[in-house]
């Protein structure tokens, strides 16, 4: 079973470079009494503007009616808008492809960079502190060169990239909290907009931001299907509106995902829920866990933290990586008493044939790093890491709750 080590270590390892930047002494919460919200979805042209991406806008929608909203607080750009013409690409019975025009209520126009652009510039204007909840499902581009500057495909075949995205949010308030979900490939680039322009370079940014992504940013992710059943969508989105909201896209109820028993499911708790719902390859990430894994910068750290052992860090974690280590340790048999590198070595190789069962190693190893990074940086006593990691945690324990 030594041949699943370096695949745990690659995954870890494609976090690299430190952080330690100074950012703003005001400590803003993702918590309002309102709540706005932002959609943009669907593929760049009709090839690859697959119906999951209009279900995806749907089941959003439903999402939001669970929760108490309706469909009109959430402004939706999908495709090529209201056009009519048929973009939409699915299977039809005999498994031929066909298109059709997309059914999705409250579009306000087409997802393009244009729209995007002038939605975010009255944003800026209105100087509200409104929290921003922004919806992002279609397809992104991978930047092998630089792939903290990857990109999402908008309509027409129009990249936006990570630091192009980032500087629409430095011009809105710097009190106005942004949260964003992104469930395209390679959408863990994304976690890079915390920082000024989006560049790691440049410092965390003063406005309050966090969000959560299908995987890191040096893996494709699942879900972009022209396959019409909804009941055998495998993806992030569908886990983490679930996680959410209590219901799964075909309406059944699910296990609740409030792990600390607060009375409401925060958007880091439904990112938790995600990681053990479906059976996929993705490798969910959040911009705390990306902050984190960015300062594991060499192999000699790595080894130290797959080397420790599981249960005592199972217990200074938080609620929802609790659940998740345990939830992923019971899956393989895992000693807790022993490190992961320990259980590496004895694993039973008929738990582990598949690429998916790999990603779960991996995904265990990742919630593992968190939980020992988190408290590494608590035990440096640099404050401004401890402050930029407070500040992460906070915005990413918000939820969609009016109160």
Known sequence: MQRFIPVVLASIASFTLTDSQAISQNKPTCQRTTQNFLVFGGGGAPSYNEIALEKNMLYFQRSLKELGYSTSDAPIYFANGNTGEKTVRYLDEKGDQQFKAHTVPNVQGASSIANLQTWMAQAAKEKTATPLFFYFSGHGGHNR???????????????????????????????????????????????????????????????????????????????????????????????????????????????????????????????????????????PVSTSEAWLQRQVNNPTMREQILGQTIAPLAKIARPEQRFVIESLSRQFKFDLNRSLNGNLRSLNPELVKTAEDEAYLVRLSMELTNVAMERRVRTSKNARSIQTLDRLIRCEAGSWGKS
């Open 145 to 283: 060169v630089n792939e903290d500057n990857s990109s999402l495909l908008m309509w027409r075949d129009r990249e936006l990239s990570v630091q192009n995205f980032t500087a629409m949010l430095d011009r809105l308030p710097q009190n106005k909290p942004f949260v964003t979900m992104m469930s395209q490939c390679y959408s863990g680039s994304f976690a890079n907009l915390i920082y000024n322009g989006g560049d790691p370079n440049k410092g965390i940014a003063l406005q309050t931001r966090c969000g959560f992504f299908a995987t890191i940013k040096s893996r494709p992710s699942v879900g972009c299907t022209p396959e019409v059943n909804e009941a055998d969508y495998r993806d992030y989105s569908s886990s983490f509106f679930a996680g959410l909201t209590g219901r799964d896209r075909i309406g059944r109820k699910v296990a609740s995902a409030d792990y600390n028993k607060d009375g409401r499911i925060s958007y880091s708790e439904a990112h938790a829920y995600a990681k053990i719902d479906k059976f996929t390859t993705d490798l």
